[in-house]
C-alpha cells in the first residue's frame, strides 16, 4: 500500500513567550492544518529544541481538511532572550519549522507589613493580622508561605475566590498574581495552649528563595542579560498566648421555625441562652458588638436580652438570644464578643435563624421522556419526598415523532421487543404479495404521500401502514402495563435502561456507538464548506463552536492577517449550517469569538447554544430534551450552574425563559449526556436540512419499470408511526427497484438463482444481504452487472456469503465515484441511521448516473471516428470532473486527450473528444461517465453519457479464389498469422452469398452465432458459399483501414 503525499501548515509560523516569568510554566498553542488531500502523520523532532521548551503531543495524526493543536509549554530558569525554531517531520511531505521566541523576567513581589506581632491572644481566640502582596514587576508571580512548623497560624483569604492550598500540603499557602496587581489577605492566630513564638515565615517567589534567584542570575551562562532581582522581604512573627478567662456554653445559636407556625397577625419568638462562666481569678468585661449587623437587631429579628456586663472570679451570667421573624426566610449575623477592652475577637458567636418553607423533593428531579414512536405511550415513576407539604415544579420533557432520526433511542432500547409490519391502512389487514390493487400510475413516479398524487384510473388503489408494533409474547408483566383505555401496552421506563447513558457492553450500547460513528462519517464528509473536516462528538464540536485566537500578539495578527485569512481554517458548527442551509441562527456571526472574562465566556456560550436550538426547533427539530447547558464543556456546565444559581447574575440570563431552571446532573455521567445532545442536535440538522430533500421522483430520474403488476412497485406507504414522510418515499423506491430489477440483474446468475420477492420494511435487517443495495446500483449502472452483480450469492447463507456479497457492493461504489466512506461491515451489521444516510446518499445522486444523452458512432469496420461532447460551467467557481468510460465494450472508446481529468473554468465550456474502434460487427456500447472532484469543497453534478458505437459497413482484407467441380469437397487453406507469444482464438462463420457482402444487415441469418462468438478477444473468418472468404481482424485504432498483424496486435493489447 501506498501512502499519498500530505501538506500541513501552521495558522502562525510564530510563537512569542513574551515576559515569561522566571520558575513558572508559560504555555503557549500552536495549530497544524492539514490541506493536503490525505491524512498526515506529524512527529516533532525535539533535538534542536531548547531544554525549557516542550511540545505535546509529539506526534500524532491530522484527519483530511483537520486541525491538530500544540500545546507548547517554556518554564525558564534564568533571565533571557531567547529565539529557536522547532522542526515538525511529516510523511510524506517537506518538514515544517515553528519559530519560537521570547524573554524572561524575574519577579518583583513586596509584602507590607513583614512583621506581625500577636500579643495577648487568649487560647481559643482567633486573629487576625491584614497585609498586602503586591506583584511590581511585568511578569505573574506565584508566592507561597511555608507554615509547616507553626502550629496554630494560618493564612486568610475570606471573600477571595481560588485555590490557596495543596490537599498534600495543607499548611503551605500561596498565591498567583498577574503582572501589577496586589491581593489583600491576612495571617490567622489560632492558639491552643499558652506559649510564646518568635520566628521567620519561609516565603518563595516562582518556587525560589531570594538566595536561589541571586544566584541563578549571577552564575548563568553568557546568554543572561545581567541584572540583580530585587530582594524578597523575610516575614517574621512574634506571638504570646493567654490562658482563656471566659468559657461559653456554645458558640452557635440556630433558630427553625415551620411556616405553619407564623403567626400573620404577630410576631412568633424562640429564644435559647448563652451562659458565661469566669474561670479566672480576675473581673472579666465582655461586650457584644452588633454594629456590623445593626439592622437585623433594630427590626428585632435578633436580640440579646444584655450586649455587656462584668463577671466576677468563678461567676456566671446568663444571656438570652431571641429569634422573631416577620416573614419567610433565613437570617444570619456573627457578633464578635471582646474582653476587657481588648480589640481582639474573644469569640464569635453565630447566629442562624430560618423559617422552613415547604418544599417536595423529586427523585428522580427531573423527566426527560426517551423520544418515542407515535401512538406508543410511555410512563416512568417518579418519587415525591414531601418537605413541609407544598408544591414545586417538576421539569417534564416529552416527545413523539415519525423519524427514525428522533426515536432511534427508542429502537435502540427496545431492539427485541417490537417488529416492522405493513398493512392496509383502513382495515388492518396484512398485505398479500399477490394483491393487484395497490399499483400506482407510472406516469407519477413514486407515490407521494398525499392522496391527491395518486392516479385517478386506479380507483382500487388503497393506502398502506408501515410502523413498528410492540410484540406481545416478549413482553414482560414486571416492566408493562394495560392502560385503562384501549388496548395498548403502555411501557415503563427501566432503571437500567437509562436515556443518555446505556450500559456499556450492552446491544444497545452498541447501537449507540455506531449511531455517533455515522453522523460523525456523514458531517466529516459532507457536513463543511471547502470539502471534508474531521469531526467527532463530542471533543471537537464543543470547540467548534467560535473562532480560536490563534495570534500570539495584536502585532502578529496584523501581519499575518494580511498574508492569509486563517480564520476560514477555524470552522465552527455554524459553518455547517451555512453550508447545508445558507442562513445563520440569528443572533450568531460567522466570526463568533469569546470574552476573555470566563463567567462571561460561559453566559454567551450558553447563550450561542439556546440561539442554536432556538433556530432549529423553528425548522422543525424535535429536540426539547436538550439543554443548551448539556452543550458545554464539563467545566463550563459547573461554572454555569454556579452562575445560574446566583440570584446577582439574573439580570445576565436574560435569554433564559422566566420560570426554566437549571438541570443540575452529576459530574459522572455529564459527559455521557453531552455526547448523546450533540448526537441529537447533528441528527436533527441532518433531518430537517437533508432528509427533508427527499422527495418523489420524476419519470426521468427512475430506470424503467419491467414488472408494473406488482405490489411492491411503487408502493404506496400512506402512514406510519416510525417513518417519516421522506423514509418512506426511500422504501417505496427501495421496494419498487427491487422488484422491478432482480430478475433483469441475476437472470445468468453464476451463484444462485434469482432473489425472492420481499418487502423492504426496514433500514437494517432487509438489506445486510447486500442484495437490495446491488439491485439498486444494478438498475441505474447497467454496465456493472456482468462485471460485478453476477457473482454475488443470490440466497447467502452463511456470514462469509453474506460478506462476499458486501464487499461486492463497496468495490463497486468506488468504482462509480461514491465517496460516503461505507464499509462491508457496516452492510453486513448494519446501523439504521448510517443505512438510512446511505439510502438518502444514493436516492440524490444515482439519478445522475443515468445517461441523458446518447453519442452514436457510425463507422465502417475497423474504422476510427471521433465525436465531440461539449461541456458548460455557468458557476461562479472552476469544476474538476474524473472521466471514467465503463461497460460491455469500454475498451473500443477512449478520450483522445492524455489523462482522465477534465477541469472546466468558471463561466466557461469546453470540448472533449471520444474516439471508437470499431472491432465488430455488433452494435458496441459503453458509458462515459463524469464524476465531480471536489476542488476547495465546490463540486458538480454527475453527468453520464450512453456511447452506442454501429458498424454500417465492412470491407474485404483479402479475397482467396477456388474452382471445383459440382458436389465436390474442395479443401482451402486459409493462412493467420499470429505475431504474438500469447495464442488467438479465431471463429469461422460460413454466410451463403452469390455477392460480395459488405452490409452487416446481410449477416442477419448468422446474427446470433455472431453476437455470442464475437465475445472473445479473437477475430472472425466469414467464408461465402461461394468460394470467396473475408478475414476479419483488428486494426491499430488510429488507422482506417491495414494488415492483418496490426488487427492482431490491438486484439491481443487489450
Known amino acids: 500500500m501506498r501512502l499519498g503525499h500530505s501538506k500541513v501548515t501552521f495558522l502562525e509560523p510564530r510563537i512569542l513567550f513574551s515576559n515569561s516569568p522566571q520558575g513558572l510554566t508559560t504555555w503557549r498553542?500552536?495549530?497544524?492544518?492539514?490541506?493536503?488531500?490525505?491524512?498526515?502523520?506529524?512527529?516533532?523532532?525535539d533535538q534542536s529544541l531548547l531544554s525549557m521548551i516542550n511540545i505535546v503531543p509529539s506526534q500524532g495524526i491530522i484527519p483530511l481538511g483537520g486541525l491538530t493543536v500544540l500545546n507548547i509549554s517554556c518554564t525558564p530558569t534564568v533571565k533571557e532572550k531567547f529565539d529557536t525554531r522547532a522542526k515538525v517531520a511529516i510523511r510524506r511531505a517537506n518538514d515544517i519549522d515553528l519559530r519560537i521566541g521570547g524573554s524572561v523576567e524575574v519577579p518583583d513581589v513586596e509584602i507590607h507589613p513583614n512583621r506581625f506581632n500577636f500579643s495577648g491572644t487568649y487560647i481559643g481566640a482567633t486573629h487576625i493580622m491584614p497585609f498586602l502582596v503586591k506583584n511590581k514587576g511585568v511578569t505573574r508571580a506565584r508566592v507561597e508561605f511555608n507554615l509547616e512548623d507553626a502550629d496554630g497560624f494560618s493564612l486568610d483569604f475570606e471573600g477571595k475566590s481560588g485555590k490557596f492550598t495543596d490537599p498534600a500540603f495543607p499548611n503551605i499557602f500561596f498565591l498567583d498574581l498577574e503582572e501589577e496587581t496586589s491581593v489583600e489577605c491576612g495571617i490567622a492566630f489560632s492558639p491552643k495552649e499558652v506559649a510564646t513564638y518568635n520566628f521567620t515565615m519561609q516565603v518563595r517567589v516562582n518556587f525560589f528563595a531570594a538566595s536561589e534567584l541571586d544566584s541563578h542570575c549571577c552564575f548563568s551562562d553568557s546568554n543572561v542579560i545581567p541584572n540583580t532581582p530585587p530582594d524578597i522581604q523575610l516575614c517574621y512573627i512574634q506571638a504570646t498566648v493567654l490562658q482563656a478567662p471566659l468559657t461559653l456554653s456554645s458558640t452557635y445559636f440556630i433558630f427553625e421555625i415551620p411556616l405553619h407556625n407564623l403567626d400573620p397577625n404577630g410576631r412568633v419568638?424562640?429564644?435559647?441562652?448563652?451562659?458565661?462562666?469566669?474561670?479566672?481569678?480576675?473581673?472579666?468585661?465582655?461586650?457584644?458588638?452588633?454594629?456590623?449587623?445593626?439592622?437585623?437587631?433594630?427590626?428585632?429579628?435578633?436580640?440579646?436580652?444584655?450586649?455587656?456586663g462584668t463577671l466576677r472570679p468563678n461567676e456566671e451570667c446568663n444571656v438570652a438570644v431571641n429569634f422573631s421573624p416577620k416573614q419567610p426566610g433565613e437570617y444570619t449575623a456573627d457578633i464578635p464578643m471582646r474582653l476587657n477592652d481588648n480589640p481582639v475577637c474573644y469569640r464569635m458567636l453565630h447566629l442562624l435563624g430560618e423559617i422552613k418553607s415547604p418544599k417536595l423533593l423529586f427523585v428522580p428531579p427531573f423527566i426527560f421522556f426517551t423520544p418515542v414512536p407515535l401512538d406508543v405511550p410511555a410512563v416512568m415513576d417518579v418519587n415525591i419526598l414531601p418537605q413541609n407539604y407544598f408544591g414545586f415544579p417538576l421539569p417534564v420533557t416529552a416527545t413523539a415523532e415519525n423519524c427514525m432520526l428522533t426515536i432511534y433511542s427508542y429502537m435502540a432500547i427496545h431492539l427485541d421487543e417490537q417488529k416492522i409490519i405493513v398493512k392496509y391502512e383502513k382495515d388492518a389487514s396484512s398485505v398479500k404479495v399477490e394483491s393487484k390493487s395497490l399499483l400506482a400510475s407510472r406516469e407519477t413516479g413514486l407515490p407521494s404521500t398525499a392522496p391527491g398524487k395518486c392516479s385517478g384510473a386506479e380507483p382500487a388503489k388503497r393506502k398502506l401502514f408501515i410502523g413498528m408494533e410492540i410484540i406481545p409474547e416478549r413482553l414482560k408483566s414486571s416492566k408493562y402495563e394495560m392502560p385503562k383505555k384501549g388496548n395498548r401496552f403502555m411501557k415503563k421506563e427501566a432503571k437500567d435502561k437509562e436515556f443518555f447513558s446505556p450500559k456499556e457492553g450492552t446491544r444497545t450500547y452498541d447501537f449507540f456507538l455506531k449511531t455517533i460513528n455515522a453522523v460523525q462519517t456523514w458531517f466529516s464528509l459532507f457536513g463543511?464548506?471547502?470539502?471534508?473536516?474531521?469531526?467527532?462528538?463530542?471533543?471537537?464540536?464543543?470547540?467548534?463552536?467560535?473562532?480560536?485566537?490563534?495570534?500570539?500578539?495584536?502585532?502578529?495578527?496584523?501581519?499575518?492577517?494580511?498574508?492569509?485569512?486563517?480564520?476560514?481554517?477555524?470552522?465552527?458548527?455554524?459553518?455547517?449550517?451555512?453550508?447545508?442551509?445558507?442562513?445563520?441562527?440569528?443572533g450568531i456571526n460567522s466570526s463568533q469569538s469569546l470574552p476573555v472574562d470566563y463567567p462571561e465566556r460561559v453566559i454567551q456560550l450558553h447563550c450561542q447554544h439556546s440561539l442554536l436550538l432556538e433556530?432549529?426547533?423553528?425548522?422543525?427539530?424535535?429536540?426539547?430534551?436538550?439543554?443548551?447547558?448539556?452543550?458545554?464543556?464539563?467545566?463550563?456546565?459547573?461554572?454555569?450552574?454556579?452562575?445560574?444559581?446566583?440570584?446577582?447574575?439574573?439580570?445576565?440570563?436574560?435569554?433564559?425563559?422566566?420560570g426554566k431552571h437549571p438541570v443540575v446532573i452529576d459530574m459522572i455521567h455529564f459527559e455521557a449526556w453531552s455526547k448523546r445532545s450533540w448526537t441529537d442536535v447533528f441528527l436533527q440538522i441532518y433531518k430537517v436540512l437533508i432528509l427533508s430533500r427527499v422527495v418523489p421522483y420524476s419519470i426521468n430520474n427512475l430506470p424503467p419499470i419491467h414488472v408494473p403488476n406488482s405490489p411492491k412497485v411503487n408502493a404506496y406507504f400512506?402512514?406510519?408511526?416510525?417513518?417519516?414522510?421522506?423514509?418512506?418515499?426511500?422504501?417505496?423506491?427501495?421496494?419498487?427497484?427491487?422488484?422491478?430489477?432482480?430478475?433483469?440483474?441475476?437472470?445468468?446468475?453464476?451463484?444462485?438463482?434469482?432473489?425472492?420477492?420481499?418487502?423492504?420494511?426496514?433500514?437494517?435487517?432487509?438489506?445486510?444481504?447486500?442484495?437490495?443495495?446491488?439491485?439498486?446500483?444494478?438498475?441505474?449502472?447497467?454496465?456493472?452487472?456482468?462485471?460485478?452483480?453476477?457473482?454475488?450469492?443470490?440466497?447467502?447463507?452463511?456470514?462469509?456469503?453474506?460478506?462476499?456479497?458486501?464487499?461486492?457492493?463497496?468495490?463497486?461504489?468506488?468504482?462509480?465515484?461514491?465517496?460516503?466512506?461505507?464499509?462491508?461491515?457496516?452492510?453486513?451489521?448494519?446501523?439504521?441511521?448510517?443505512?438510512?444516510?446511505?439510502?438518502?446518499?444514493?436516492?440524490?445522486?444515482?439519478?445522475?448516473?443515468?445517461?441523458?444523452?446518447?453519442?452514436p458512432f457510425h463507422c465502417t469496420l475497423h474504422d476510427t471516428v471521433f465525436r465531440e461532447i461539449q461541456l458548460k460551467n455557468p458557476s461562479l467557481k472552476s469544476l474538476v470532473y474524473t472521466a471514467t468510460i465503463v461497460g460491455r465494450d469500454a475498451s473500443d472508446f477512449s478520450l483522445s486527450q492524455a489523462g482522465n481529468t477534465v477541469t472546466i473554468s468558471a463561466k466557461n465550456q469546453i470540448t472533449i473528444t471520444l474516439k471508437f474502434t470499431s472491432r465488430f460487427?455488433?452494435?458496441?456500447?459503453?458509458?462515459?461517465?463524469?464524476?465531480?472532484?471536489?476542488?476547495?469543497?465546490?463540486?458538480?453534478?454527475?453527468?453520464?453519457?450512453?456511447?452506442?458505437?454501429?458498424?454500417?459497413?465492412?470491407?474485404?482484407?483479402?479475397?482467396?479464389?477456388c474452382k471445383s467441380p459440382c458436389y465436390t469437397w474442395q479443401e482451402i487453406t486459409v493462412k493467420v498469422k499470429n505475431p504474438f507469444q500469447a495464442s488467438g482464438d479465431f471463429n469461422v462463420i460460413l454466410v451463403e452469398s452469390s455477392t460480395f457482402i459488405s452490409l452487416p444487415s446481410q449477416l442477419t441469418e448468422a446474427e446470433e452465432s455472431v453476437d455470442f462468438l464475437n465475445r472473445g478477444l479473437g477475430s472472425e473468418i466469414i467464408v461465402r458459399s461461394d468460394g470467396q472468404n473475408l478475414e476479419q481482424g483488428e486494426n491499430s485504432p488510429t488507422s482506417v483501414e491495414g494488415s492483418w498483424e496490426e488487427g492482431i496486435a490491438e486484439a491481443l493489447g487489450e
Not at 458545554?632 to 439580570?651: C, F, G, H, M, Q
Not at 418487502?759 to 438489506?767: A, C, G, P, T
Not at 456500447?925 to 458498424?951: P, Q, Y
Request: hydrophobic share 40%.
Open 29 to 45: 498553542k500552536a495549530i497544524l492544518h492539514n490541506v493536503g488531500q490525505n491524512h498526515a502523520y506529524f512527529k516533532i523532532c
Open 269 to 308: 419568638t424562640k429564644t435559647q441562652n448563652l451562659v458565661l462562666h469566669n474561670t479566672s481569678r480576675k473581673n472579666v468585661e465582655w461586650n457584644l458588638d452588633i454594629r456590623n449587623t445593626d439592622k437585623l437587631f433594630k427590626d428585632g429579628i435578633f436580640k440579646f436580652s444584655t450586649l455587656s
Open 528 to 586: 463543511w464548506p471547502e470539502g471534508p473536516h474531521s469531526l467527532r462528538i463530542p471533543e471537537t464540536v464543543r470547540r467548534d463552536v467560535y473562532k480560536i485566537q490563534v495570534y500570539s500578539s495584536a502585532l502578529s495578527a496584523k501581519k499575518f492577517s494580511r498574508q492569509s485569512d486563517f480564520s476560514k481554517y477555524n470552522k465552527t458548527i455554524y459553518d455547517v449550517l451555512v453550508h447545508l442551509c445558507g442562513k445563520m441562527p440569528p
Open 615 to 658: 433556530f432549529l426547533s423553528a425548522q422543525g427539530a424535535c429536540i426539547s430534551h436538550v439543554l443548551p447547558e448539556f452543550l458545554l464543556e464539563p467545566e463550563d456546565y459547573k461554572k454555569w450552574i454556579e452562575i445560574a444559581s446566583s440570584t446577582s447574575a439574573s439580570a445576565k440570563l436574560s435569554h433564559i425563559p422566566k
Open 718 to 855: 400512506a402512514s406510519s408511526n416510525i417513518y417519516s414522510a421522506p423514509e418512506r418515499i426511500l422504501l417505496s423506491w427501495m421496494n419498487t427497484i427491487y422488484e422491478n430489477s432482480r430478475h433483469v440483474i441475476w437472470k445468468n446468475c453464476q451463484k444462485g438463482v434469482i432473489p425472492p420477492e420481499k418487502w423492504i420494511v426496514n433500514f437494517d435487517e432487509d438489506l445486510l444481504d447486500g442484495l437490495v443495495f446491488a439491485t439498486v446500483l444494478g438498475a441505474y449502472c447497467p454496465f456493472l452487472i456482468e462485471s460485478h452483480f453476477i457473482n454475488m450469492y443470490t440466497q447467502p447463507k452463511s456470514s462469509e456469503q453474506y460478506l462476499h456479497n458486501c464487499l461486492i457492493v463497496v468495490n463497486v461504489l468506488r468504482e462509480i465515484g461514491f465517496d460516503m466512506d461505507i464499509q462491508a461491515a457496516d452492510i453486513c451489521d448494519p446501523n439504521p441511521i448510517l443505512m438510512l444516510m446511505f439510502c438518502v446518499y444514493m436516492y440524490e445522486r444515482l439519478p445522475t448516473y443515468l445517461p441523458k444523452k446518447v453519442v
Open 921 to 961: 460487427l455488433h452494435p458496441a456500447e459503453a458509458s462515459l461517465l463524469l464524476i465531480s472532484r471536489l476542488k476547495n469543497g465546490i463540486g458538480g453534478t454527475t453527468m453520464t453519457f450512453a456511447l452506442k458505437g454501429e458498424v454500417l459497413n465492412f470491407k474485404a482484407i483479402a479475397t482467396i479464389k
